[in-house]
């Protein structure tokens, strides 16, 4: 099949423009400008790509990447793929750390990818890095993502603070599990990890336990960054307040839909 007829046949099927350019480009081994001149050019493997494609495979996991806050980040079916929403936090992460001399200390908590603990890293070199991931296949994969972008972080396996026991932070960043167990969002998020996207139940356990136990790993005047669902806002504001956190504030992404919450540790 050429690239001509791999991109009629993506409109037939009705995958978006952009996301056929996307994986026939990745197949021909080139980017997307080449296919404009080369609608000659045979495609390997197109006709069964596309299909896949079609019938709701993420583009990510046919490609085996995602870029992610200006890193290209290698995914699998073990990961989260990471999302744009996540650059609000990793953005705010960087706001706070450029006001901390020295190296301070950052831990990432459910790392998936690696992609915040890396995104941070690469943006404040300075920073020293821990990434904590209870899924040891998905921390091969930020490990290797980490090794091929030389970014040094320390990877840790482990349930949320456990490996990290005596260890204090400066600033502690975590996008955890946060979907409701009965969201009607969930079927079509078949492809990644459940355990990556929900704790069951109304969705806020992971927030919970990581706001209860973060004091303990923060010195006075640590910070808590944590991702959350545009109506989970309120929950997780009232949660670190009630856990004696103060400056609670909240960060919105690019539509005005809440993203993330975080409080400073007082002292
Ligand atoms: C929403 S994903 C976030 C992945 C990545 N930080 C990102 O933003 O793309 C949540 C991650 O938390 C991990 N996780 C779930 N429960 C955990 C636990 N008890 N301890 C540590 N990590 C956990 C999952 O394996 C998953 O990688």
Not at 12 to 33: C, M, N, Y
Not at 63 to 68: D, H, N, R
């Amino acid at each position: 099949m050429t690239v001509d007829e791999a991109l009629a046949l993506a409109r037939r099927l009705g995958v978006e423009r952009g996301d056929a350019q996307a994986l026939i480009a990745h197949l021909a081994g080139r980017d997307r400008t080449w296919l404009i001149t080369h609608g000659d050019a045979p495609v390997p493997g197109a006709e069964a790509a596309l299909q896949r494609l079609a019938d709701g495979e993420p583009l990510a996991h046919l490609t085996g990447c995602q870029p992610f806050h200006g890193l290209n980040l290698r995914v699998t079916p073990a990961t989260l793929i990471p999302r744009p929403d996540t650059e609000v936090v990793v953005d705010w992460a960087l706001e706070l750390l450029a006001g901390l001399p020295g190296r301070p200390a950052v831990a990432d908590l459910g790392t998936g990818s690696g992609a915040i603990a890396l995104a941070i890293k690469a943006a404040c070199g300075r920073a020293t890095v821990c990434a904590v991931d209870l899924s040891a296949p998905a921390l091969e994969v930020a490990h290797a993502n980490g090794e091929a972008l030389g970014l040094e972080v320390d990877w840790r396996q482990g349930n949320w603070f456990e490996p990290l026991a005596g260890r204090h932070f400066d600033l502690i960043v975590s996008n955890p599990p946060y979907i409701a167990g009965d969201d009607p969002h969930l079927p079509a998020l078949r492809h990644e990890p459940l355990t990556a996207l929900t704790p069951g139940g109304d969705g806020l356990a992971d927030l919970r336990t990581l706001i209860d136990a973060a004091p303990q790993h923060l010195p006075p005047g640590g910070w808590l960054l944590l991702e959350h669902g545009w109506d989970q806002a309120e929950a997780v504001a009232r949660q670190l307040s009630g856990r004696g956190f103060g400056e609670v504030a909240l960060r919105r992404d690019l539509g005005g839909r809440a993203r993330a919450s975080g409080g400073r540790w007082p002292g």
